[in-house]
């Protein structure tokens, strides 16, 4: 942004709505443009219009080179800190350079090309970094799927992609397991109609993976021969609108959602936050304890710090565990992190852990200025207590997978804005925010209603979903036209400040982590023994929620019904992954109904959570309810009706 940019934020979200070009024309300044934008929004280019129409970049050159080339190049770039393999690395950005100028120039001798999809299956290691950013370089776009998502969710993302190539690791380590991805990858490259061309194989000690033949190139022996052979790919010209990158997240069934991302237009959001709401310097430290598989990961763990040139912390552990609940704040000690962003999930455990907030003595953490949090909804309890024990502002943001960067969030580099304990704060630039009824209309302050976001949506968010402008329609924008629509419940209340309840879809969150119960619910009703199902979140002190599936199986089943619970157990972990942490399947004689036959999921989950419930008029038989609070309470949940 430049100097003129207003200071306070209410001028400055204002002035993101009533000149819009201008605002966002000012802010890729910050950019380094082959042909820059003459030009912020085109309305009349894809489904609600395209950011940067005219503008040509390259990311990977904006996040690496040009800080390769500049006062930067023996600047840490990334700390790989894994105290599960009890290793520490740093990369420069010299370094980094060279890392993604070979990995780009073997892609490209892979038969890698400009919009070539490439998928990345890959837990916390610099490489998943490098194989990113060289897909960039290239123009290629990279699709990196979550290594706790079984082999058949892989498949899903393979064969809608089509990668030409999947870069992988033999393994991720778990604090009780050693994860082997390749068996996972192998399965995932059977199970689908479209294979790769070609896998890229990083061999990780802790479990080394048979290669096929002919498909398989192991990493490091590829990249040292296109090393000694002068193999290096120069970073194309982009138009600002082509895709980045490909990230599925759960849509309402069991087949995942493509969301795009744009690369012109992402830089530029990216950066604006770094400076605005994170209040975060070039050269400063930054620590995203997220996953690389997740939103988060993408924009704050590997795009956002690099383009700002910050050093990233790229973390392989756990918040509690590896080895104990002082891990986060041992990370922002030793590296000198000015921020840490986590979920309120981690929080929560570090907190059950540590309640006293015992271990933050043993470290210095005087470079550490806030805590940003995501991801799920933060708990007032949890916020206050981490205010408490830091001493520091902790800033809950809410955003989406779609959106790539904060819907609302508190713009500390602007104006710190009192905090609300349960608020996500305001809406963030560029973001035009309304709470609308059923009717679509707007609801009068502090009313509940689905928040919706009047189109366009600012740069960074989704133009569309991979392969599917339709879908991309029918998801988000036609329940309200001319808004996208968040499947987010929430209040505003009467200064602004934005509070987001829950989803209005079948979307739950689990550890911070998106999981659909439709998805769940396909795959226990492909149990042979089931007749029907429903899957609902049910709440969770650490994990927020935990799904737990209602099964009513089919008559003439002779089988011990623990037995059929453990199978369909056992089904959702190797089907979708252990991720789901589906744990919990109940077998009970009916599930409740309206008398037009649909499945009363609200209100079973007011049962689950011992909350009260209004008897739905519409239920064809009341006394299920008390067969379904009969049976929770069995495994002491909830409280009967
Ligand atoms: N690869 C393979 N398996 C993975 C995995 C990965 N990358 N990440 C998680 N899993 C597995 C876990 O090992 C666990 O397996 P288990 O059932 O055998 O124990 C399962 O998936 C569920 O994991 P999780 O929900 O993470 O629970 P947990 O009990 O292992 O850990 C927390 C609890 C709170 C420590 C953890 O959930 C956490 O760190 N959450 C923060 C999430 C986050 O940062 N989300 C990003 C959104 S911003
Ligand atoms: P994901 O796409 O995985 O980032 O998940 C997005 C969903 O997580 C949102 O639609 C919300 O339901 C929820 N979410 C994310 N951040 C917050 C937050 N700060 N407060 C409440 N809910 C949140």
């Known amino acids: 942004m430049t100097n003129a940019a207003p200071r306070r934020y209410a001028d400055l979200h204002a002035a993101s709505l009533a000149d819009r070009d201008g605002f966002w024309l000012a802010a890729a300044r910050a950019i380094d443009w082959d042909a820059p934008p003459t030009r912020a929004f085109d309305p009349d280019q894809g489904v609600y219009g395209r950011w940067f129409p005219d503008g040509r970049l390259n990311v990977c050159r904006n996040a690496v080179d040009r800080h390769a080339e500049g006062p ?72 990196v799927v979550f290594g706790g998502f079984a082999a058949n969710e892989l498949a899903a993302r393979i064969e809608d992609a089509a990668p030409k190539v999947i870069l992988a690791a033999s393994c991720g380590i778990e604090p009780a397991r050693v994860v082997a991805y390749k068996p996972l990858l192998d399965a995932a490259i059977a199970r689908s109609a479209h294979k790769p061309d070609a896998c890229l194989i990083l061999q990780r000690p802790q479990a080394v993976a048979a290669m096929t033949e002919g498909r398989d190139h192991d990493w490091a022996e590829a990249t040292d021969r296109a090393r000694a052979a002068g193999r290096r790919a120069a970073s194309v010209s982009m138009a600002a609108t082509d895709p980045l990158y490909i990230l599925y997240t759960s849509g309402t069934t069991g087949r995942p959602k493509g969301v795009v991302r744009d690369g012109g237009g992402y830089s530029v959001a990216l950066t604006w936050s770094m400076t605005h709401l994170y209040g975060v310097a070039p050269g400063e430290v930054y620590f995203c304890a997220s996953d690389i598989g997740w939103v988060v990961g993408h924009s704050y763990i590997v795009y956002a710090p690099l383009l700002h040139g910050c050093t990233t ?52 953490l005087s470079r550490f200025r806030a805590l940003f949090l995501a991801g799920e909804r933060a708990d007032p309890d949890s916020v206050a207590w981490a205010e408490r024990a830091l001493d520091r502002p902790v800033i ?96 505003v209340d009467a200064e602004g400040y934005v509070t987001v309840l829950g989803r209005t879809d079948d979307i739950i969150n689990v550890a911070g982590h998106r999981l659909s119960t439709g998805g769940m619910e396909a795959v226990l009703a492909s149990h042979p023994d089931v007749a029907e199902c429903a899957v609902i979140g049910i709440r969770d002190a650490l994990k927020g929620e935990a799904p737990c599936g209602f099964v009513v199986l089919k008559s003439g089943v002779a089988r011990e019904a623990g037995m059929v619970e453990r199978e369909l157990v056992a089904k959702v972990r190797d089907e979708i992954g252990p991720v789901a942490a589906f744990k919990l399947a ?22 689950a959570d011992g909350e009260d419930f209004a008897m739905p008029p519409t239920i064809e038989d009341p006394a299920v309810l008390d067969e379904i609070g009969a049976s929770l309470k069995e495994r002491g949940i909830g409280s009967a009706p």
């Open 72 to 143: 930067r190049g023996d600047q840490a770039a990334i700390i790989h800190d894994s105290p599960v393999t009890g290793t520490t690395r740093t990369v420069t950005y010299r370094a980094l350079k060279d890392e993604v100028e070979v990995l780009a120039g073997l892609l490209a001798d892979l038969g890698v090309g400009r919009g070539d999809r490439v998928v990345v299956y890959m837990p916390m290691v610099p490489e998943a970094l490098f194989g990113m950013l060289a897909c960039a370089r290239i123009g290629a776009i990279h699709s």
């Open 313 to 364: 912390v790229l973390y392989e552990g756990k918040p509690v565990g590896t080895p104990d609940a002082g891990a986060f704040w041992r990370v922002v000690a030793e590296h000198g992190a000015a921020t840490l962003f986590t979920a309120p999930t981690a929080l929560r455990a570090i907190k059950k852990e540590d309640p006293r907030a015992e271990t933050i003595a043993d470290y210095d």
């Open 396 to 491: 809950d943001h809410w955003w989406q997978t779609e959106t790539g960067w904060a819907i609302a969030g508190n713009p500390i580099g602007v104006e710190r804005l009192p905090v609300k304990y349960g608020s996500t704060t305001k809406p963030m630039p560029g973001y035009d925010l309304h709470v609308l009824d059923e009717a679509g209309q707007p609801v009068p302050p502090g009313t509940m209603g689905t928040i919706a976001l009047k189109l366009p949506l600012p740069p960074g968010c989704l133009p569309t979903l991979w392969g599917s402008d339709e879908r991309f329609r029918a998801s988000y924008l036609t329940t309200y036209p001319g808004y996208y629509d968040t499947s987010d419940a929430g209040v």
């Open 586 to 607: 109940l077998t009970v004689n009916r599930l409740p109904k309206t008398r037009s036959g649909k499945i009363l999921r609200g209100t079973m989950k007011r049962i």
